[in-house]
């Protein structure tokens, strides 16, 4: 299949932006996933062809970013991985609104908003995620989140037709949008901030990278939090009070330095961390009666 898949996806995009049997490893910050049988990274205007094409194959198509939130199954993906990436990377500015490609990281945007001096996106500056990513599950950190900002997003519907979707419209809420159950891609967000000193910005965007930097497992591949947040506790502070600071199933690990985050120490299996994550979720019930929810994406075949 996947030798006609590839085949097929070469008469609509260059070979460049064409991978067969690619790790997903090299496509998350987990560094954790087997490989995808084709991926491809198309522009937001070859979008509705692919799927068209996956679509006749009946082939099934697995969207992803940068790949900073999931867990890839050690025997990888089937089908067709469409990659949000260097395509849709761009940042316009027209007045106090930035148009964001899906494509970019938040950094990048966070930076250029605030050499605009546009104020209101410093909360965003360290996520280690794309700007698509970040609207689809309402990213969020040190008090703001995307939907404090958001005006609208462009997405693409599974059968290829264009959408300009509101704040509203998206029904954006803590770590959750719309966009799962809807199967929507998203390809560009409209963001508006307010006019602040450059300084000003800049100085409360070093504050927050020394806090992740003090704080954070940043040495280590990890996706980020791993848990949602349950209401009134901290997932890191119940893990740690179950005694569960550094605890190990092969080479994942719950970091020492902040037992929100699983690390992968080296050679870590996405078999490894879901058992650590299952262990995790068990003791913290088991000791406090809280159920922890994965914020971490798991996908493919484990």
Do not use: W
């Not at 790949?67 to 890839?72: A, F, I, K, R």
């Not at 605030?114 to 280690?128: K, N, R, S, T, Y």
């Not at 902040?258 to 078999?271: K, S």
């Not at 879901?274 to 971490?296: G, H, N, R, S």
Request: glycine share 10%; hydrophobic share 40%.
């Amino acid at each position: 299949m996947s030798q006609s898949l590839y085949e097929i996806m070469k008469t609509i995009l260059p070979e460049e932006r064409i991978r067969e049997k690619e790790l997903m490893k090299n496509h998350t910050t987990f560094r954790i996933g087997g490989e995808a049988d084709v991926l491809v990274m198309p522009e937001a205007q070859e979008i509705p062809l692919v799927l068209q094409k996956a679509a006749e194959l009946q082939i099934p198509v697995t969207v992803i970013g940068n790949g900073s939130n999931l867990l890839v199954g050690d025997k990888g993906i089937r089908g067709l991985v469409l990659e949000i990436g260097k395509p849709a990377d761009y940042v316009e500015i027209e007045g106090n609104r930035l148009r964001v490609g899906a494509g970019t990281m938040l950094g990048k945007a966070a930076a250029q908003a605030a050499e605009a001096g546009l104020g209101g996106m410093e909360f965003a500056a360290g996520i280690p995620g794309s700007m698509g990513g970040a609207v689809v599950m309402n990213a969020g950190a040190y008090g703001g989140e995307i939907k404090d900002i958001l005006v609208e997003a462009k997405v693409i519907t599974r059968e290829g037709k264009e959408l300009t979707l509101s704040n509203e419209d998206l029904d954006l809420s803590y770590r959750h949008s719309c966009i799962p159950e809807k199967e929507y891609i998203v390809v560009e967000a409209t963001l508006e901030l307010q006019p602040k000193d450059i300084a000003e910005i800049r100085e409360r965007m070093a504050e927050l990278r020394q806090q992740r930097i003090e704080k954070q497992p940043l040495e280590y591949p990890s996706a980020g939090s791993t848990f949602k947040r349950p209401e009134g506790y901290f997932a890191g502070k119940l893990i740690m009070d179950a005694g569960l600071r550094g605890y190990q199933v092969g080479d994942a690990q719950v970091s020492e330095k902040h037992c929100g985050f699983v690390i992968n120490r080296g050679n870590a299996t996405a078999a490894e961390v879901k058992q650590l994550m299952q262990d995790v979720a068990e003791k913290v019930y088991e000791e406090y009666q809280v159920t922890l929810e994965p914020e971490v994406k798991m996908i493919g075949e484990f």
